[in-house]
């Protein structure tokens, strides 16, 4: 054989070789490849899958390709599905499995005679990871009034049944039924769904139609008693009447400005459709709603007219006062506010600088100020005169009082009782006296026993306080006549204290305000009085 020939020979051989050694390379891959992942996942309906379910080493980061089959776990099949992983892709299968059998919550169903309804209204809540389907196991008979079992099958999509067991109750009476408030009640008759004999056991005639709510109506059919609601409904809307309304800008309105009456069976309330606008001067139309129980409406429209208000207020009554040393000023006592829109018209009274305890004149400004912002102010001037006896001297003359009648071991009642008792045993009455001088009022009842309802109340006044009750003058409002006399506290509220002596005898000690009111009726108005001005009264 020559060199050529030999040269050939171990050449194929050399190739051979390598085509061999390369065949055994891919096998050898392949099977590496394949080793690396499952070739089947099998999984329970309902249970999450992943990527790196098909791999024997995790690998987060691996994903499926475009190439899978969409699958759901909540529908059971075969997918084919490509892992990437790395450098490799592996192809595997999906079986998802539904071998768990399907469970629900049921409820019994109520019907009226003629109704039918579905397997599915016997369910509440299905618990299954796959669709279900529900049926009747046997279809019951709705025509058979009562109560009687019934079966619902429930088969997922694995085709796994279960089987559960309800109530349904075909009743003879209605569940329910409705009547309009305040008409007639409903008859046996119209809670009965067929022919049955039927008993009444709820009293309609003491149910009240006058509202709308609901009633429990017991009917008894066979010997078995069914419960229906007595709806009591309003349909009907209500009707009104409206008036156009005309005033100043600013001034805060009202829905029921408008109205001048409603006609319902129910209670109504009314609103603006859209809040009218309150600075516009001029026409505007405005909606009004009426809105019963039943939530029936009615829409009337009205005309709102409104102008500017300019004008400022009127301050009538404010004058000069003088007073003594000592003495209280009611600054508002026959003062007055007036405007051509009294709606919210304020009254202040500047008296900062004015000092009581010394003489002197000071300024007082009286300031009135309208809805619209207009203002008037009126100043005077209050005179406080040096009494003609001293603060010291009535406390003296009081404290030496106080010291015959009162002792420590008294209840405040008891020390009130005393003082009321020494004043009606100890004051004469005279009908003169100087109104503006509460201390010398008090001197004269102390030191000269004698003096009109003013001197009585002065007398009382020291008296109480040098004896530490709280106290308060008052006054009844001016008419032909004055009147003075105090409100007394001695820890459980106001009370009247009037020491005064009248012709009829009364004894006014620590009275109600209801008894002093009576009595004030019955004697012509004698103490009436300004109830916004003091504190309230028992």
Known sequence: MSRRKRRRKKTRRFLRFLVILFLGAMAGGYFYINSLAYKVCRVEAGVEVKPSDFLKQADENAYFTEKSDSFSVYEPGEYRIWVKSGWFLHRAKLIVEDT???????HPVNLEYGEVCTAGDFVEQIQDATSVAVSFNELPDFGLMGRQQVKVRLTDAGGNSTVLETELCVFPVRTEISCEVGGNPPTLADFLTGDVSAVLRTNLEALS?????????VIEVDGENYECVLHVVDTVPPVMTLKNVSGYTMIPRTAEEFVTGIEDMTNVTVSFAQEPDLTLAGEQQVQIVAKDEGGNETVGQAVLTLQADTEPPKIVGAKDITVYVGSTVSYRKDVEVTDNCPEGVNLEVDNSRVNLSEAGSYPVVYRATDFAGNVTEQAVTVTVKASLYTQEQIDELADAVLAKIITEDMTPME????????????????????????IRAAYEGLAEGQGDCYVFACTSKQLLTRAGITNMDIAKIPAKTSHYWNLVDIGDGWYHFDTTPRKDHP???????????EYSAAHNNSHNYDHEAYP???
Not at 209 to 217: F, I, K
Not at 423 to 429: A, L, Q, T
């Open 415 to 438: 020390k009130v009782q005393a003082i009321f008792n020494y004043i009606r045993g100890h004051v004469g009455y005279i009908n003169h006296s100087e109104k503006d001088d509460w």
């Open 209 to 217: 139609l006058e509202y709308v709510t609901d009633h429990q109506v």
């Open 507 to 517: 004894t006014i000690f620590m009275w109600t305000d209801e008894q002093m009111m």
């Open 536 to 538: 309230e009264v028992n």
């Open 100 to 106: 768990i059998a399907p469970q629900a919550t049921l």
